[in-house]
């Protein structure tokens, strides 16, 4: 754990060396800031929307927003203050465009196996494998498709809070800084947010086990 502990405060370390260099007007060391965070930014704003063409744009943007203002940045955290540029970006898009976000299954398919970590199976290897099964691969992209589209369904505040914490893995400290706001607040919108989703999930799945079973309303002869 400390040796995990001392890891992370040196990797913090280097990260803000990088801002500061960033504010001193190096572009080399802003554009190690993208390679290190566009990844993230990308799946977050892509959950966000359900629109990969839209997360694309929204993430640039606020990569451009980010180096327009890296002089201000005064905080612990760059991914914290990136994602909160991010989300703002994602919620400005609701507003101007006043639609819902929709759900693009494979994007979020390549959003899920880029977010594993090295020791997972990813898809293209499990294809490959010769063990690999068809309907548990058709299963999962299934369950990632209700999952998703049960998130874009929440509340947005629920939606990033979720995100944040049970996909993209951040300490809830972090998660308070994207969000401004309190820790308690947080952990409300977490609780409520997952409550609200599994709701959604079960009504998915009783609408899934309906359409499966097309005679089931039918009167008997």
């Known amino acids: ?3 995990e502990q001392h890891d992370g405060a040196a990797e913090r370390e ?5 801002v500061r260099k960033s504010q001193r007007g190096d572009r080399a060391a802003f554009n ?3 390679e290190l965070h566009q990844g993230g930014a990308y799946a977050l704003a892509l959950r966000m929307l359900g629109d990969p063409d839209l997360a694309a744009d929204v993430t640039q943007e606020a990569f451009f927003s980010a180096y ?4 201000s940045f005064r905080g612990s955290s760059f991914r914290a203050w990136l994602y909160r540029i991010v989300n703002n970006g994602c919620i400005d898009h609701f507003r101007t465009q006043a639609r819902r976000p929709s759900v693009s299954l494979d994007a979020t398919l390549d959003a ?5 970590s090295a020791g997972d199976a990813h898809l293209p290897q499990a294809m490959i494998d010769p063990s690999w099964d068809p309907e548990r691969m058709a299963l999962r992209a299934e369950t990632i498709a209700q999952i998703q589209t049960a998130l874009l369904a929440l509340p947005a505040e629920q939606r990033l809070a979720l995100i944040l914490s049970d996909v993209q893995g951040l300490p809830y400290e972090e998660i308070a800084r994207v969000m401004e706001t309190s820790l308690g607040t947080v952990k409300s919108r977490i ?3 997952r409550a609200h989703l599994r709701r959604l999930l079960l009504r998915q799945g009783e609408l899934s086990e309906m359409q499966r079973r097309p005679d089931s309303g039918k009167a008997k002869p």
């Open 32 to 34: 190690q800031l993208v």
């Open 14 to 18: 280097r990260e803000l060396a990088l």
């Open 1 to 3: 754990m400390g040796h």
């Open 191 to 193: 609780a409520r947010g």
């Open 112 to 116: 899920d196996r880029d977010g594993e």
């Open 68 to 71: 327009r203002a890296i002089g």
